[in-house]
């Protein structure tokens, strides 16, 4: 009899995966997380009945919550993870050789130990990296007693549930811009406007009042259905979000990074939103 898992993130619409094998399923003590293999999506992580990432697809978000900062700031050595746990975000972080550590700060262990051990080709070895520094612990403690080093912060959480929800709140937001050193820019995981439009005006809302320039920018993830998944931008550069696609390529020339949906015309073009997400902040 085929087994399906299917999302539980919205009330009325969903999305299901056939599983064609579960890999492992269990409480962490935190979140409720199952590991499945899927022949559509490939092997498939999820939290709370929310499909966290999948070997399918996790290239678009990861290489889009890390290059556009990365590139963008141009001379970042230093890069604060929090959430990420699958790692995906982290072996991105990492392709770039000049940056000199990568912080990662994951709330629960367990999902640090199974995608390490189910979905060992999102990380690839990033964890043991010299570079990488993994902190288990809240990413709303650390940040506010963390020290302002990092160029770029990149907000890698679940959904506003849970132990996401903090990272999503005016004083994590706050707490997050202390941590960064002049010129930094804080990155996150927005959701998909499309199903979840109070997430991204409240995100705004909440950033607008600490940083020069606040924006958005896309990326189409199939496994984050809806349409196109927003990424919250906050700096004081205003200059950073308005870098031409001819000013990114020497950096991603010079980088000699293999991307599979990163060009620097893919990074110019995710600034231009939508008109009916662009409604969502005007
Ligand atoms: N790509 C996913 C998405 O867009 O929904 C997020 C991926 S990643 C797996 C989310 C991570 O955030 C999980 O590993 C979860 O354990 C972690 N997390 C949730 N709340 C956290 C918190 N307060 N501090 C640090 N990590 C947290």
């Keep these: 009899m085929t087994e399906w898992f299917t999302e539980t993130l919205y009330p009325d619409v969903g999305q299901r995966f056939r599983i064609d094998r579960i890999l492992f399923r269990e409480q962490t003590g935190l979140q409720d ?34 290059h556009v900062p990365i590139f963008a700031h141009g001379a970042a050595k230093r890069v604060l993870i929090i959430g990420g746990g699958d790692g995906g975000m982290l072996r991105r972080c990492l392709m770039h050789r000049a940056i000199e550590q990568v912080t990662m700060v994951e709330i629960d262990r367990g999902v640090v130990d199974l995608c390490t051990a189910y979905l060992p080709a999102i990380s690839a070895g990033a964890f043991d990296n010299p570079r990488t520094h993994l902190v288990i612990d809240d990413g709303a403690a650390f940040v506010k007693q963390a020290d302002p080093l990092y160029d770029v912060v990149i907000v890698d959480s679940t959904d506003p549930q849970g132990p996401g929800a903090v990272l999503f709140t005016a004083e994590f937001y706050a707490d997050c811009k202390r941590c960064l050193a002049p010129g930094g820019i804080v990155v996150t995981q927005n959701g998909v406007p499309f199903f979840q439009p109070d997430e991204l005006r409240t995100s705004y809302d909440r950033l607008t009042p600490l940083f020069a320039d606040v924006g958005f920018f896309t990326a189409a993830v199939p496994t984050y259905y809806g349409g196109p998944m927003a990424f919250g931008w906050a700096t004081d550069d205003r200059a950073l979000r308005r870098l031409t696609a001819a000013e990114l390529q020497p950096r991603f020339a010079a980088a000699g990074i293999e991307t599979r949906y990163y060009t620097p015309e893919v990074h110019a073009a995710a600034f231009a939103l939508p008109r009916y997400i662009g409604r969502l902040i005007d």
């Design 33 to 66: 997380l199952v590991i499945f293999e899927s022949a559509r999506a490939g092997r498939v992580l999820a939290l709370d009945g929310v499909v966290q990432t999948t070997e399918g697809d996790e290239f678009i978000y990861h290489e889009m919550l890390t």
